[in-house]
């Protein structure tokens, strides 16, 4: 070995091996790890699903409990009976008007209900046209 | 093997392939063997510390990233565990309060190199003799591949001091080698 290159070439050269024996023992202790990894992985996996799958069914029960809950269209606040009528609703105009005939129609099915309403309404209600139409059509009032 | 073949294998051992495992351990022993013999200089040690890194791969192997440089997986892994020894062989001598570690086995007479397995034996034999830190140094830059400056951080000493020890480590082995006294 003339320089610290030729030792380094040496060095690399060298074979380093395990007797049979050893190599054995490796491959068997190293299989049962592996087989035991593998079967925890496995239900590691299996636990990762079913907490998935559950996430899953609680967030579409939320979803449909407030669906369900939400409250009916006579019941609830000017804003949110606007934006449910969508269409419905002029964008310009008498929206007191139009909410009160939103109203109106959905309460159409129950007079007794409608009579308490309409008596509970003070002006301008009582004196606008939509008063004038026979109750039998307010079901299909368009404004 | 390439990086390529490493990303292969990977893929295989974290899909459970027994013969994917037989055939790393074939491929990357060697490897190991010569880091953790020259690191430990004990033969019975590095093959528990073999042992042990594969094992180790073994029970890790549907957790490695699918992208891992597998040679250096185990390298890492294998410096890190001879480490361990070599601390723990510390804290035995001191808490026995015993001597600085025995020396490695002498190197032979000076002789003739007669053949290529007679220099390779003598070979490895004086870099048993070696002192721990030499051969720490030894194995990680010609084994591990790492670069003084890793070593250095690693080792927690200066780049010029594991400089030296490399140069006097090769210095000593040729010695050891050619049969002068020391």
Redesign the interface.
Known sequence: MKNDHDMEEALKRLVWSAPPEVDRRVLSDAQAAFDHAARRHSLFRAVGLVALAATVLAVAAGTILFVSRRPPIHESSPEIVRSRAGQAVPQNGDLALALSLVRLNAMASDPQRLLDYLDSQSRPLRTTEAMMTPLTSLSGVRI | MDSTDDVLAVRRLRA?D?EA??QV?ERY??DV??LV?TMLGRQEE??DV??DV??????????LWPTSDLKRYLLTAAANKARDRLKRRTHAATDLDAAPEPPGPPAEEPSRVVSTEE??HR??QA?ASLPEEQRIV?ALH??GGLSFREIAAGEEVSENTVQSRY?YA?EK??RL??GEAE
């Open positions: 459970g027994r495992f037989a351990y022993k060697g063997l010569a013999s590095a093959w073999l042992h594969f094992v180790s791969l073994a029970r890790n192997a549907p957790r220099e390779a070979l490895r870099v030894i010609v084994y140069r090769l082995l040729r080698c050619s």
